[in-house]
């Protein structure tokens, strides 16, 4: 088995840092912290389960990625597709703030698609 390169370090950094988001934030839509759910312009309740599903999902990804298992690349990179385009429909507007949440979404895309260029050349 290859060494590990910084790439996959950072991939499995953002990957714990997603799993970690989105219980927070699920959490935080249950208990209303913060007035959370007064910034969203969807039902709450739809936000905290999907936040449940996806930082599951997330879990996936990150033990697959921990084990090397090829499709991890494929479900990171529909995890941060869906999480850029969650915060689209959360936010309620084309127009959104970027959050860290985007930035780190867009940057596993971009990991994923280095990921999948490192594998295919091989």
């Not at 921990?66 to 869906?82: E, G, Q």
């Amino acid at each position: 088995m290859q060494k590990r390169s910084w790439l996959d370090y950072l991939l499995i950094i953002l990957l714990i840092e997603k799993v970690i988001q989105h219980i927070v934030v699920s959490v935080s839509f249950v208990y209303d912290i913060g007035d959370i759910r007064s910034t969203v312009a969807v039902d709450y309740r739809i936000l905290t389960i999907s936040g449940i599903i996806v930082a599951f999902l997330f879990m996936i990804a990150l033990w697959g990625t921990i084990k090397r298992r090829k499709w991890r690349i494929t479900l990171v990179a529909v995890l941060a597709l869906f999480d850029i385009i969650g915060e689209f429909i959360a936010q309620g507007t084309i127009f959104i703030t970027i959050t860290v949440s985007v930035l780190v979404a867009i940057v596993l895309l971009v990991l994923s698609y280095l990921e999948h260029r490192r594998y295919s050349i091989h």
